[in-house]
T-cell receptor
Framework: DVKVTQSSRYLVKRTGEKVFLECVQDMDHENMFWYRQDPGLGLRLIYFSYDVKMKEKGDIPEGYSVSREKKERFSLILESASTNQTSMYLC?????????????FGSGTRLTVV | GENVEQHPSTLSVQEGDSAVIKCTYSDSASNYFPWYKQELGKRPQLIID?????GEKKDQRIAVTLNKTAKHFSLHITETQPEDSAVYFCAASGNYGQNFVFGPGTRLSVLP
């Protein structure tokens, strides 16, 4: 079965901490994405990557960075966590354009910043 | 950039009735429209999708229609069952699925 695994299901961090959210996929997908999900706002794209060591800003990149050193792993980094970054974070992966078009999502990480 | 609106935000139907969720998009270049279902506490999962060269697609009790002229597409669920209760997201993509813009979601409740 296709798998996208996020390292933590629930996370509580303090304001100002540096936070790492990890995502690993075992499907050899080129594309990987980080979204945050908030009530009434749906899914908003933070960053995405089409290849190793490649990254592109999404719609709400401020306060975040990413790392893709290996094809299967895409990390989201909160440089200095703030309370407005409390949210559900979803990782997704997909094959590139021209092949299978759909996303596969991870189970999500619910981050609370206190 | 692309903007996707979705209505209604909540929908309650009696078991066995039909449910319709509508989405509009702004970018006429969008050509791929997936629908995702997210059950409580679970990940979103693709349930059906449609490409711009097709007007309608069915998969058992689920169907999606696309009106490119009006820039809207709809999800139709017939003979609803309690397990259809979930949040449904529509999305649009302008380059065949590289990255999507999602609608805000519709919470569907199927009442027994």
């Amino acid at each position: 079965d296709v798998k996208v695994t996020q390292s933590s299901r629930y996370l509580v961090k303090r304001t100002g901490e540096k936070v790492f959210l990890e995502c690993v996929q075992d499907m050899d997908h080129e594309n990987m994405f980080w979204y945050r999900q908030d009530p009434g706002l749906g899914l908003r794209l933070i960053y995405f990557s089409y290849d190793v060591k490649m990254k592109e800003k999404g719609d709400i990149p401020e306060g975040y960075s990413v790392s893709r050193e290996k094809k299967e792993r895409f990390s989201l980094i909160l440089e200095s966590a703030s309370t407005n970054q409390t949210s559900m974070y979803l990782c997704a992966s997909s094959l590139p354009r021209g092949r299978n078009y759909g996303y596969t999502f991870g189970s999500g990480t619910r981050l609370t910043v206190v | 950039g692309e903007n996707v609106e979705q209505h209604p935000s909540t929908l309650s139907v009696q078991e066995g009735d039909s449910a319709v969720i509508k989405c509009t998009y702004s970018d006429s270049a969008s050509n791929y429209f997936p629908w995702y279902k997210q059950e409580l506490g679970k990940r979103p999962q693709l349930i059906i999708d449609i490409r711009s060269n097709v007007g309608e697609k069915k998969d058992q009790r689920i169907a999606v229609t696309l009106n490119k002229t009006a820039k809207h597409f709809s999800l139709h669920i017939t003979e609803t069952q309690p397990e259809d209760s979930a949040v449904y997201f529509c999305a649009a993509s302008g380059n065949y699925g590289q990255n999507f813009v999602f609608g805000p979601g519709t919470r569907l409740s199927v009442l027994p």
